[in-house]
């Protein structure tokens, strides 16, 4: 095991989302870094201005069994974790213990954030786990096909309970401590699913965008992208939609008018889009760059939803009336490339295909090719557009999505409702056994609809849901911003409620 100090002066963001195309990933590492601005230049004024001292992080890693169900199997992974002990009240203080999702942890995670802020105020003992298979947590030849076997949602947990242990053998802690877990995206699922598979360990867990119902056709995604577009309480319209659909109509018809010369200049396209594969590709980076502004509205992305719909219906603005719909879409992708410092737009087929076979150690860190195997083996979340509330093009089909787990790392297509089901009864789906667990959601969040959205009632420990007006996905997460919406501050404020119960609670069982 080793541990090491990290000066808490430099941050890294706390953003969580299971992606679809090589675009939208590139959109959550601008607004990944954008968020780390904001968070380097806030924790410099306050150490400067003496509101928060400059605190010491501790960095280690420790070794999981590569496969806790295989006692014959003895072989092992580094796994990363971050300590902050700077609020720790000794020795009873609460634990509050920071999931990772799929991407690598950092600082930002034990140092930042709404659950930080809940942490200092309790006294609690911070910690964060990195993800087997991502980040640094992975061996040499981890991402070779035949190795991530030993990459899963069972697997992680199980990697939980031996951190649990590990932590409270490390600081003397008992059941005098209490331990609420936190997490968001797959990461807040994970938090749901501990509560669920290990109550012992954890009294309560705070899920946020928690898409904890595995799904092979997430059509519902773009249906809610398109719903958001639409509400004029974030800035959307109906014209808005309408323009954005008539825009992916025309760029359809001009491929298949044999246009794909023409459409991949006018886009600034990485190659010219000859083939239908890579048509595909052209028409998922288009979609991924509206599914992105929807995803992160108002946390710090390149657009807002107000912008972009601004951008398809300005009327101020003059275009040819019949390509006007097709030029503002050109625009937009100039403003998102231009913004994004990217030299064209991604439209190759066999370029996604060597991202995704990368297996490179450097390539771990984005996750791609790690996360792509979990949707291919247990959760799916495809997001395509081949019903009537999708705003995008038909061409993004289930089976071009699938193609890829066969393609990529020889998983049959067939094979794929198998995993999803067996995924949905292990955890329950949007259903789960579990109990004191905070589901917190964002109504314009396009994850939301596999979350857990309603409270059952005959639970004495009941599971509680909060669905946030007008926010995005992980919003709640992130400390009080003077911009937030009243809806987010309020939302913030129940699960503090609710965290400082759960303490209350387990402290009087303890008494009594």
């Known amino acids: 095991m080793l541990l090491s100090p990290s000066r808490c002066i430099i941050l890294l963001l706390l953003i969580n989302s299971v992606y679809s195309g090589r675009v939208l990933r590139k959109i959550k590492e601008r607004v990944r870094k954008i968020q780390y601005e904001k968070a380097k230049k806030n924790v410099l004024m306050s150490a400067v201005n003496g509101h928060k001292p400059i605190c010491e992080v501790r960095d280690g890693k420790i070794h999981q069994p590569l496969d806790h169900f295989d006692s014959q199997n003895d072989k092992t992974f580094p796994q990363r974790f971050l300590v902050n002990e700077a609020y720790w009240e000794r020795p009873h203080g609460p634990v509050f213990l920071f999931i990772g999702g799929e991407g690598p942890i950092s600082e930002f995670d034990v140092l930042a954030g709404h659950h930080v802020d809940m942490a200092e105020e309790h006294g609690a003992l911070l910690v964060a786990l990195e993800h087997r298979f991502y980040g640094e947590s992975i061996n040499k030849n981890g991402l070779e096909t035949e190795?991530?076997?030993?990459?899963?949602?069972?697997?992680?947990?199980?990697?939980?309970?031996?951190?649990?242990?590990?932590?409270?053998?490390r600081f003397d802690l008992s059941d005098k401590n209490t331990w609420i877990s936190f997490g968001g995206s797959y990461a807040g699922a994970l938090s749901a699913w501990l509560r669920g598979k290990f109550p012992h360990l954890v009294y309560g867990a705070v899920a946020s965008s928690a898409p904890v119902k595995a799904k092979l056709d997430y059509s519902a995604f773009n249906k809610v992208v398109g719903l958001s577009l639409a509400d004029e309480d974030v800035g959307g319209s109906d014209k808005c939609l309408g323009d954005i659909w008539e825009a992916f109509a025309a760029v359809e018809a001009a491929l298949f008018a044999g246009n794909a010369?023409?459409?991949?200049?006018?886009?600034?396209?990485?190659?010219?889009?000859?083939?239908?594969?890579?048509?595909?590709?052209?028409?998922?980076s288009l979609a991924d760059i509206i599914m992105g502004t929807v995803a992160y509205n108002e946390e710090g992305g390149i657009l807002t939803i107000e912008e972009l719909c601004d951008i398809m219906t300005n009327e101020t603005e003059t275009f040819d009336s019949a390509t006007e719909a097709y030029d503002r879409l050109i625009k937009l992708v100039q403003i998102?490339?231009?913004?994004?410092?990217?030299?064209?737009?991604?439209?190759?087929h066999k370029q996604t295909i060597k991202d995704l076979s990368d297996t490179n150690l450097d390539s771990a860190y984005n996750g791609e090719r790690q996360w792509y195997y979990q949707t291919c083996t247990e959760f799916g979340f495809f997001q395509t557009c081949e019903d009537a509330s999708c705003p995008f093009s038909r061409m993004l089909t289930l089976q071009a999505q699938t193609d890829l787990c066969p393609e990529v790392f020889n998983i049959p297509q067939h094979s794929l409702p198998g995993h999803i089901a067996f995924t949905n009864k292990y955890y329950g789906g949007d259903h789960p056994d579990t109990d004191r667990v905070l589901y917190v959601n964002g109504d314009i969040d396009p994850w939301h609809e596999l979350s857990v959205l309603e409270e059952d009632l005959d639970k004495e420990d009941k599971d509680m849901t909060i669905l946030i007006e007008g926010t995005a996905h992980c919003a709640d997460m992130n400390p009080d911003g003077v911009a937030d919406r009243p809806a987010l501050k309020q939302a913030r404020k129940a699960i503090e409620r609710k965290v400082a119960k759960w303490l209350k609670e387990a402290a009087w069982k303890l008494v009594g």
């Open 336 to 348: 998102d490339r231009a913004t994004g410092e990217e030299p064209c737009l991604d439209a190759s």
């Open 147 to 169: 190795n991530l076997g030993d990459l899963s949602s069972q697997q992680a947990l199980a990697d939980i309970a031996e951190f649990h242990q590990y932590i409270s053998d």
């Open 261 to 284: 010369t023409e459409v991949g200049k006018d886009f600034g396209c990485c190659e010219t889009p000859e083939d239908l594969e890579d048509q595909i590709e052209l028409m998922q």
